[in-house]
């Protein structure tokens, strides 16, 4: 076998009784590393602490893996100033958090007709977050709703860095000041970039209460048009 000694030096092709000789004078383990190759390969190594070093390298790798999400955000044509603030508000967040939203627009009634004031919508939406992210979908009609799609210009790796970095700065705060909780500084991190998928769903889609008292009245007002027409 070819025998690779502990610092990665090669020792040689030397007999199997050679190199568990070697492996007992350096109280090492001998670790079959290329069985494939010819002659084979192995190495001298505490497999112990190779293995603990490899686990640690897979964690760092996973805690490090950013994976895109797209976010969504429903919204009405005839919103209200406050409601507007409040969704720009959740598409800032995730904005910042470097995922995608998608924004859509939509219609009932006779709003179904006037496509232009969604188109109108989002376009200011879009204005007003360029900082952040920008329009990588523009708006299209799709049946009832109106759809655009805009992307972060942070990556969500670089998003995950500063937040780590801001949540560093938090954990230095809190052992300065002992008034603040050093755990929900810790924790801070976590509730941000973990938000459960089914809670952000119902939250990006829900409509605000203004919203809610106004669709009956305009669900009234569709079906005695409707009949006015029949």
């Not at 100033?81 to 009634?109: N, S």
């Not at 920008?134 to 210009?153: A, T």
Request: net charge negative; aromatic share 4%.
């Amino acid at each position: 076998m070819r025998l690779v000694g502990p610092s990665g030096e090669q020792v040689g092709i030397v007999p199997l009784a050679k190199a568990l000789e070697l492996a007992q004078e350096y109280d090492l383990d001998l670790v079959e590393v290329a069985a494939t190759a010819r002659p084979p390969v192995c190495k001298l190594m505490d497999y112990g602490k190779f293995k603990y070093e490899s686990a640690m390298k897979a964690r760092e790798a996973r805690k490090n893996q950013a994976h895109t999400v797209i976010k969504e955000m429903k919204l009405r044509p005839k919103i209200d100033p406050h409601d507007y603030d409040t969704k720009k508000g959740h598409v800032v967040r995730f904005l910042k958090q470097g995922d995608k939203v998608k924004i859509t627009i939509m219609f009932r009634g006779r709003e179904q007709s006037r496509p232009e004031l969604g188109f109108r919508l989002l376009q200011r939406l879009a204005e007003d977050v360029q900082d952040l992210g920008f329009i990588e979908s523009n708006p299209k009609q799709d049946g009832r709703n109106m759809i655009m799609v805009l992307g972060p210009h942070k990556k969500k790796t670089e998003a995950m860095a500063e937040a780590r970095q801001a949540q560093e700065a938090r954990k230095a705060e809190a052992k300065a000041n002992p008034g603040k909780s050093q755990n929900a500084a810790e924790n801070e991190f976590d509730e941000e970039f973990t938000e459960d998928s089914a809670e952000t769903s119902e939250e990006a889609s829900a409509e605000t209460p203004a919203e809610a008292a106004q669709a009956p009245a305009e669900a009234a007002q569709a079906k005695a048009e409707a009949s006015a027409e029949a």
